[in-house]
């Protein structure tokens, strides 16, 4: 059974460009979490999701930053117009059943 | 305020010699507790969790922490630490009903003289 995989590892993005982060949970797993890590930080919650289902979007910045979980396919988040202050370490971690989080390797975004 | 301390940045710890990495909460519902440790440029490991129960709860790597509620505290403990236990550790609360949102500590960055 693979782990939660993230892609890509690292990013680099100009400032104004989209960046997309990819998560894919693991098997059998339904339940996503987005959490994101500024340097010499501890990780803040972003968004919780289901399939097709927002749950919790409570530590999502209101505006250029959204994220999905479809039926098929990775949970994606989406940065629109990244700034340098985006730059962070993104985690994404998974669930079978909204108890233990499983946690990817994190993507790394650098915003130049 | 919902919150997890973690008062300890660094800590540096001879190999060979006991570690405790302290974490204090403030939580207004029954507390989920959880300690994950994190590699250099890797994602998180659980570690051990503390749901109910037995409030010295074993984990993985031969650690193990202790719930006390009257301290709000889950003291993560290891007897005798390796070299390859230098990573940062993070501890993380989270309760039933809050879709298992954690709050996070800040991590404690343990040092390994060899």
């Known amino acids: 059974n693979a782990g939660v995989m993230q892609n890509p590892r690292h990013l680099v993005r100009r400032r104004g460009q989209e960046a997309r982060l990819r998560c894919s949970p693991m098997?059998?797993?339904?339940?996503v979490y987005w959490y994101r890590q500024l340097p010499e930080e501890g990780l803040k919650f972003m968004v919780y999701?289901?399939?097709?289902?927002?749950?919790?979007e409570s530590g999502m910045p209101k505006e250029r930053f959204s994220a999905e979980f479809p039926k098929e396919g990775p949970s994606i988040l989406r940065i629109q117009q990244v700034v340098r202050g985006d730059s962070a370490a993104y985690f994404c971690?998974?669930?079978?059943?909204?108890?233990?989080?499983?946690f990817g390797p994190g993507t790394r975004l650098t915003v130049t | 305020a919902q919150s997890v301390t973690q008062p300890d940045i660094h800590i540096t710890v001879s190999e060979g010699a006991s570690l405790e990495l302290r974490c204090n909460y403030s939580?207004?519902?029954?507390?989920?507790l959880f300690w994950y440790v994190q590699s250099p440029g890797q994602g998180l490991q659980l570690l051990l969790k503390?749901?109910?129960?037995d409030t010295l709860v074993q984990g993985i790597k031969g650690f193990e922490a202790e719930f006390k509620r009257s301290q709000s505290s889950f003291n993560l403990r290891k007897p005798s630490v390796h070299w390859s236990d230098a990573a940062e550790y993070f501890c993380?609360?989270?309760?039933?009903?809050?879709?298992?949102?954690?709050?996070w500590g800040a991590g404690t960055k343990l040092i390994i003289k060899p």
């Open positions: 503390y749901f109910s129960g």
């Open positions: 999701l289901q399939k097709e289902n927002i749950i919790d």
């Open positions: 993380a609360v989270g309760a039933r009903g809050s879709n298992y949102q954690l709050i």
């Open positions: 098997k059998g797993h339904s339940h």
């Open positions: 971690a998974s669930s079978p059943d909204g108890s233990e989080q499983y």
């Open positions: 939580y207004g519902a029954t507390p989920y």
